[in-house]
């Protein structure tokens, strides 16, 4: 599609333009649709005029926003969308959930060292419970443990209870280290273990979704060998991510769409120590 003005800055500070973001779009088209087909989409916009805004509802669209193919990017690219954020969910099944996010999130100056622990545990923790996880970095700070679900899938009370429990184990058991509740306060000196990505109507950032902050990082997966082996939190650019790049980062995922897990009554009530409801 012809772009409107596709001179115009959309991330400040490092002077990356519609057009700019429509090619790049393009490139990593083949890594970044497979993220967002058939998802509802929440995007954050910058008009230029105002501050960011969160969008579920865009000019054009029928419903809820949603990005299947390289004329919806390129759509995206023109209404000055930024960043791609994903539910936890496909349109086809809406009440119930294909993917639990644990998102890590560090108090302000907390080592690396720190949250490569934290996901690690997590991941241990899930694994212990049966449940295959992967690994995201959200192009912020922190890290994304992703719980690939298949059916039966679980509706979305029983996806809050269960990640919501998780994150209460964790603040139980070294209070130290992990909280499981929001806000700068609560986190300082911790881990945030956020399970509030799994509620219903919540999104996540996409993996090759970029980030408006400062250099234009990029959300990407991670193997669970290079978190355990990096020294810092690995990070990834706009400028920097060709498709190249995006196919071996999409490699780190190998195996993804071959999970097959429910999240069953039994693994509930070995987190939260009760036996939930049927639902």
């Not at 001179?7 to 519609?18: A, H, I, M, Q």
């Not at 209870?161 to 509740?181: C, L, M, N």
């Not at 780190?252 to 429910?262: A, F, I, K, L, N």
């Amino acid at each position: 599609m012809r772009l409107t003005h596709p001179e115009r800055v959309l991330y400040p500070g490092d002077g990356v333009t519609k057009a700019e973001l429509a090619a790049w779009f393009d490139a990593v088209a083949g890594t970044l649709l497979p993220q967002l087909a058939g998802r509802p989409l929440s995007v954050l916009r910058f008009a230029g005029d105002r501050a960011p805004f969160f969008q579920r509802h865009i000019p054009g669209a029928r419903g809820v926003a949603t990005c299947d193919t390289r004329a919806d990017l390129a759509a995206l690219a023109q209404l000055g969308v930024v960043e791609l954020h994903t539910a936890g969910t496909k349109r086809g099944f809406v009440a119930c959930a294909d993917r639990l996010t644990f998102d890590l999130d560090p108090g302000a100056g907390l080592p690396w060292a720190r949250l490569r622990a934290a996901a690690c545990a997590v991941r241990d923790f899930l694994a212990d419970l049966g449940l295959v996880s992967f690994a995201k970095s959200t192009g912020g700070s922190g890290l994304h443990v992703v719980v690939p679900l298949t059916v039966p899938r679980p509706r979305w009370v029983r996806v809050l209870d269960f990640s919501r429990a998780v994150s209460q184990h964790f603040a139980r058991a070294a209070p130290d280290d992990y909280t499981a509740r929001p806000g700068a306060t609560a986190r300082q000196g911790k881990v945030f273990i956020d399970y509030l990505r799994n509620a219903r109507g919540a999104s996540a950032v996409a993996a090759f979704s970029p980030r408006w902050r400062p250099g234009v990082p990029v959300a990407v997966p991670l193997s669970w060998r290079e978190v355990e082996s990096s020294d810092v939190l690995p990070r990834y650019t706009l400028r920097a991510l060709d498709a190249a790049a995006a196919s071996e980062r999409e490699r780190q995922w190998s195996g993804y769409d071959d999970v097959r897990q429910s999240l069953s009554t039994s693994i509930t009530a070995r987190v939260s120590g009760r036996t939930p409801r049927q639902r």
